[in-house]
């Protein structure tokens, strides 16, 4: 193994950091399943989870055991080539996106190799995410038409056409960014964005003193909404009338795949959209005299959680919820204490405000599906051609012409 | 063998194997992905030769886009298992040698001329030469296709409506 190590240096570092991130990231989508059942319950007046583990903590396990251990069936006249591979081209794509996003501007030290905080290091870092989106729809589609089902092969035929609309919005409403940006490297874009207007506001993408992408951003948005067939663009499982679209044969951990599969195309666009218009893992609030203690505010919000989670938990209904939840409380106050150690804090500050910023955009999408009603196919159809592409159209014109006038 | 020579063969291979299934499988839907097979091979080929920016648009535009609407129309029509014609007289008598020649021609060329070869050197900011050469030194050409494009569009949606 050492020997290995030390003749192969960049395989290992690369498949360490492969399974760390895979690891972190399979059991973050299962709590963002958690985290939507939750939001969803309370905007709907409900409790949600809350019988497995305190506040149903534990109900990911419990769904994924219960993926594992349900009867999976096979349709009759299904293609069965196409409809195993339907779910696990899905997964497949929707997780290796993941792969092109920096989580900071640090670097790690793995085994004696400095590394930054990036799986794939590339200078086309974008192109990549939207190649693997675009090739994201063979899934829906083949799953759709090899399922030998009327309602599935339909949600196909609608998911298939939507994406293939609503790309080409998605595609033009980052060229904004890559005008002012001049790059397709996704950290050399969030470093673009870096710096205050007037001393305070930070110059993100969103807000970028040359023309603001706030056109851009409400297109990108939406596109991206619609490209993971969320609420309100679902037409392809839309279950009023389709039953649950392309995905209605499958059970059992193909099903399980779908939906690993969506959540994790959920996050690499959330990711996406945080690099793009909010400054990735740059700092809302600028450095300068009378603003040291900001580098401190990760130990303070995971400290004050920690501290309201061990009040909380004290007082929770189960015994065992009251051991659980306040020792996940002082557990949280250690992290913060380590967060506030010397040699820690500068690592943790970038990582800290891009997650924190996903995790933002990451209540909006859910909010939005729990918020508006579902279009109707022709809708969805007008709003893409006749409203989105054009205004993504403008939004390119007037970006270039700010900057051709600022050059 | 170094390394980039078994991905080259593998990639090749994979290429290969997905052009000879796209002929000889029965479904279209088969064979459209047969097809996308061959084009992901392609794109890793591009990679190899440290082309990142075609490799990217390769799979954009031809597996992402083109082939989704392949996909698309084959569903829409719903179209079933196609059967195998024998061979016809003019394949059998003409193609299958005229293809033999084209092969040993080709062979013969890229023997000759991979003795001579020498490796290019690693271009440098690939996607702003690409850029460069398309919107400044054949901005003409290039907005004329697009036109060109815009004009088959139209056709296409003329001859669509004639109908109704």
């Known amino acids: ?36 059942r939750k939001i969803s319950a309370h905007i709907q007046a409900r409790r949600g989870p809350y019988r497995v583990g305190p506040h149903g903590l534990l109900q990911p396990l419990a769904d994924a055991l219960k993926f594992l251990l349900k009867e999976d069936a096979t349709p009759a006249g299904a293609d069965r080539f196409v409809y195993y591979l339907a779910p696990f081209l899905t997964m497949t794509l929707a997780i290796s996106a993941i792969a092109v996003i920096p989580f900071g501007p640090g670097t790690v030290q793995i085994f004696g190799q400095t590394t930054p905080l990036v799986v794939a290091n590339v200078n086309i870092g974008l192109l990549i995410i939207f190649a693997l989106t675009s090739l994201g729809v063979y899934g829906v589609v083949l799953a759709g038409w090899s399922s030998n089902n009327k309602y599935s092969l339909l949600g196909g035929l609608r998911s298939s056409a939507q994406m293939v609309s609503y790309e080409l919005s998605l595609t ?236 | 063998m170094t390394a980039e020579l078994l991905v080259f063969l593998a990639l090749a291979g994979l290429a290969l194997a997905g052009a000879v299934s796209l002929i000889l499988q029965r479904h279209p839907i088969h064979s459209a992905l047969s097809l996308i097979v061959v084009m992901a091979a392609l794109a890793g080929l591009y990679l190899l030769l440290e ?31 196609e059967e195998h014609t024998d061979f016809s007289r003019m394949a059998r008598y003409a193609g299958v040698p005229l293809t033999g020649v084209l092969l040993l021609v080709l062979t013969f060329h890229v023997a000759r001329a991979s003795a001579a070869m020498t490796a290019a050197p690693p271009v440098e900011g690939m996607t702003r030469r690409v850029a460069l050469l398309l919107f400044r030194d054949f901005a003409f050409p290039f907005e004329l296709t697009s036109i060109l494009i815009l004009v088959a569009l139209l056709g296409a949606m003329v001859l669509a409506k004639r109908d109704s």
């Not at chain 1, 959680?305 to 919820?321: F, K, N």
């Open chain 1, 172 to 407: 033009l409403s980052v060229v904004g960014v890559l005008l002012l940006a001049g790059t397709f490297h996704l950290g050399e874009i969030v470093t673009a964005q870096s710096g205050y207007t007037w001393g305070f506001l930070p110059r993100w993408n969103l807000l970028n003193p040359t023309w603001p992408q706030l056109l851009g951003f409400f297109c990108y948005f939406v596109a991206a909404l619609a490209e993971t067939n969320r609420l309100p663009f679902d037409l392809a499982e839309a279950e009023t009338e389709l039953v649950a679209g392309f995905h209605t044969e499958y059970s059992s951990f193909k099903f399980g795949m779908f939906f690993i599969g969506e959540y994790a195309s959920m996050v690499t666009v959330s990711c996406l959209a945080v690099i793009l218009f909010f400054g990735g893992w740059l700092s809302p609030i600028p450095s300068g005299p009378g603003l040291d203690w900001a580098v401190y505010l990760p130990a303070a919000v995971f400290g004050l959680a920690g501290a309201g989670l061990v009040v909380h938990g004290l007082r929770y209904w189960t015994i065992s919820g009251r051991i659980v939840l306040s020792a996940m409380g002082l557990a949280l106050c250690a992290i913060g204490a380590l967060f506030a150690r010397p040699g820690v804090w500068e690592l943790v500050q970038g990582p800290f405000w891009f997650l924190l910023k996903v995790f933002v955009v990451l209540f909006v999408f859910v909010w939005v599906r729990w918020t508006l009603p579902r279009f109707r196919y022709d809708q969805l159809m007008a709003i893409g051609w006749k409203f989105l592409l054009p205004v993504s159209l403008a939004n390119v014109v007037l970006t270039s012409l700010a900057v051709v006038a600022r050059s």
């Open chain 2, 51 to 81: 082309a990142e920016f075609v490799a990217a648009i390769q799979i954009i535009v031809y597996a992402g886009a083109i082939m989704v609407l392949f996909v698309f129309v084959i569903m829409l029509l719903n179209a079933g298992a």
């Open chain 1, 1 to 36: 193994m050492n020997e290995f190590t030390a003749q192969h240096p960049i395989v290992v570092v690369a498949l360490v950091k492969i399974v760390v991130l895979l690891f972190l990231l399979l059991t973050a989508l299962a709590y963002l399943v958690w985290f939507e």
